[in-house]
């Protein structure tokens, strides 16, 4: 599978943070990114990795798929 790049910004992170994951099709990505305007609504994102490493995604970061 091919791994996507996702930048992260937002409140309580101080630089860029970069992940790469696959599974997720980036246009779902953007649809998440999409809802977070919705306030109160909006969708947290878990990814889980295969060995059980967890990263938590509030809908109050801001996500960039692969430099767009």
Not at 38 to 66: A, F, H, M, W
């Given at each position: 599978a091919v791994a996507n790049e996702i930048s992260l910004?937002?409140?309580g992170?101080?630089?860029v943070q970069t992940v790469y994951v696959s599974g997720p099709d980036p246009a779902e990505l953007?649809?998440?990114g999409q809802f977070?305007?919705?306030y109160p609504k909006g969708i947290d994102i878990?990814?889980?990795t295969r060995s059980?490493?967890?990263i938590g995604i509030p809908r109050?970061?801001?996500i960039k798929i692969g430099g767009r």
């Amino acid at each position: 599978a091919v791994a996507n790049e996702i930048s992260l910004t937002g409140p309580g992170i101080k630089e860029v943070q970069t992940v790469y994951v696959s599974g997720p099709d980036p246009a779902e990505l953007e649809q998440w990114g999409q809802f977070k305007h919705e306030y109160p609504k909006g969708i947290d994102i878990y990814l889980v990795t295969r060995s059980g490493v967890i990263i938590g995604i509030p809908r109050s970061v801001n996500i960039k798929i692969g430099g767009r």
